[in-house]
């Protein structure tokens, strides 16, 4: 079953405007972490933001947010103010359980959204 | 700098041929993972390491093998490589929890 689910394969935005890319996740475990990570074209992976399940405050950083919605399982990354410099591959990810299980060293993906930032 | 390096960074091969992806990270993390990163499919854990000579398998553990002998290297090894491991692959470290840290990233062709 797929449990991290991100619906939009592609996504525009005009520079300077906000964009929100959507993710939707699957979990029975209580414990779980949510992650944001972007991968520009040169291909690294890096990291942006990071939800824990039982933070009541939505994380941000800088222009980063996530607008966690635990009852709806969703964890929807905004960008404020979009650069040029925002283009890129962004993917949703989950940590189940903890660290007995395993879980703090496996993440699910989803399949990723592509941002293009137009000037 | 904290970080994790892969290589080699790009590599072309033929089937069959066997072939080890290094890692090495020098955070003193404990947790290391490999994954593959195909299109459409994001990225998906090949086998990960808990420990010094504890490994498991990850979603698609077949047709590679990993070693952790030391805490600081976890490499990825492909006995008999064929072209449906034509991919990109990552290496990625945790101390666990918040954060993993990736490697850069290994494009790895296999004709």
């Known amino acids: 079953a797929q449990k991290i689910t991100q619906t939009q394969p592609g996504m525009f935005v005009q520079e300077k405007e906000a964009v929100t890319l959507d993710c939707t996740y699957d979990?029975?475990?209580?414990?779980?972490?949510l992650f944001w990570y972007k991968q520009p074209s040169s291909g690294e992976m890096i990291f942006l933001i990071y939800q824990g399940s039982y933070d009541e405050q939505n994380a941000t950083e800088g222009r980063y947010s996530l607008n966690f919605q635990k009852a709806r399982k969703s964890a929807n990354l905004v960008i404020s103010a979009s650069q040029l410099g925002d283009s890129a591959m962004y993917f949703c990810a989950m940590r189940e359980g903890g660290v007995f299980s395993g879980g703090y060293n496996k993440l699910i993906f989803g399949a990723g959204t592509r941002l293009a930032v137009h000037p | 700098e904290a970080q994790v390096t892969q290589n080699p960074r790009y590599l072309i091969t033929v089937t069959g041929k066997k072939l080890t992806v290094t890692c090495s990270q020098n955070?003193?993390?404990?947790?290391m993972s490999w994954y593959r990163q195909d299109p459409g499919l994001g990225l998906r854990q090949i086998y990960y390491?808990?420990?010094?000579?504890?490994?498991d398998k990850g979603d698609v553990p077949e047709g590679y093998k990993v070693s952790r002998k030391e805490k600081r290297n976890f490499p990825l090894i492909l006995e008999s490589p064929s072209p449906n491991q034509t991919s990109l692959y990552f290496c990625?470290?945790?101390?666990?929890?918040?954060?993993?840290?990736f490697g850069p990233g290994t494009r790895l062709t296999v004709l």
């Open positions: 390491s808990m420990n010094v000579e504890v490994t």
């Open positions: 955070m003193n993390h404990e947790y």
């Open positions: 990625a470290s945790s101390l666990g929890g918040d954060e993993q840290f």
């Open positions: 979990t029975s475990d209580q414990s779980y972490g």
